[in-house]
């Protein structure tokens, strides 16, 4: 019920851009243009120090300024709509994992398309702010790549199999113990993960301790994981040759 009040405000309220405040426009040229990483599309990032059994993550923009506001106001605040937009980032990421890093285009893995399993959100969490903000953008994300003439699902197949603790402000090894075992695939959801690749998506990627714990969990589950995608990351953790 949230969720509808928030869209139905959205309709008749006058709103301001997410990202950098200008006035009546929900997101301004610009702060797209934010998000699709100035125009460079997504790229390959890594976490230092990368926890083992990281799989390779594609980002579409860095977590700053104008993209860290659209983000929150999504997130947080319940700007619903802003899932097209964000899922379109996160397409674009989910395309170069598809590639390899090659051309965008290029097609990996027989031409499979992929299922993206998002990262799970607390029920407490979701409970909070209303939605899902993760499966949301995953969902956007899945219509990019259709009305693009490629394919994708989305699959919520990863459940917490225990409480764990909010992550900020936890340091890397923190974060790791945090999340070490947290995650599993139900029985029943197992057959699902068979004949497609798996892209592991998230809006958020810092030192990659939740996407190692999501691969793991993925792969005692028997399913393959092609890579992982997200919004955004931090700038350090842009490699600095950019594939």
């Known amino acids: 019920m949230q969720g509808m009040w928030r869209e139905l405000a959205g309709l008749v309220l006058p709103v301001d851009c997410a990202g950098c405040g200008r ?47 659209v983000l929150l106001a999504h997130k947080e605040r319940g700007a619903l709509r802003l899932a097209r937009p964000l899922g379109a980032a996160l397409a674009g990421a989910v395309r170069r994992v598809q590639t390899g890093g090659g ?45 693009g003439g490629g394919g994708a699902r989305v699959l919520a197949v990863l459940r917490q ?13 923190q974060r790791l113990t945090n999340m070490a075992g947290a995650l599993e695939v139900p029985g029943g959801a197992r057959r699902l993960l068979t004949g497609a690749p798996v892209v592991l998506v998230d809006d958020l990627v810092t030192t990659g301790a939740t996407l190692a714990e999501a691969a793991r969990a993925i792969a005692a589950a028997g399913g393959r994981v092609a890579g992982a995608a997200v919004v955004a990351a931090p700038h350090r953790a842009f490699e600095r040759n950019w594939n």
């Open 23 to 69: 006035p009546r426009t929900e997101l301004c040229a610009r702060c797209r243009r934010a998000l699709s990483g100035e125009g460079h599309g997504a790229r390959r990032v890594t976490p230092r120090p990368g926890p083992a059994g990281l799989p390779r993550v594609w980002a579409g923009a860095p977590y700053a300024d104008e993209v860290r506001a």
């Open 103 to 147: 051309p965008v285009g290029e097609r990996r893995g027989g031409g499979v398309a992929p299922l993206l399993v998002p990262v799970p959100s607390a029920r407490r969490s979701v409970a909070c702010r209303g939605h899902d903000p993760v499966r949301r953008i995953a969902l956007a994300a899945a219509a990019d790549l259709r009305r």
């Open 161 to 173: 199999r225990r409480t764990v603790a909010d992550q900020a402000g936890l340091s890397a090894p």
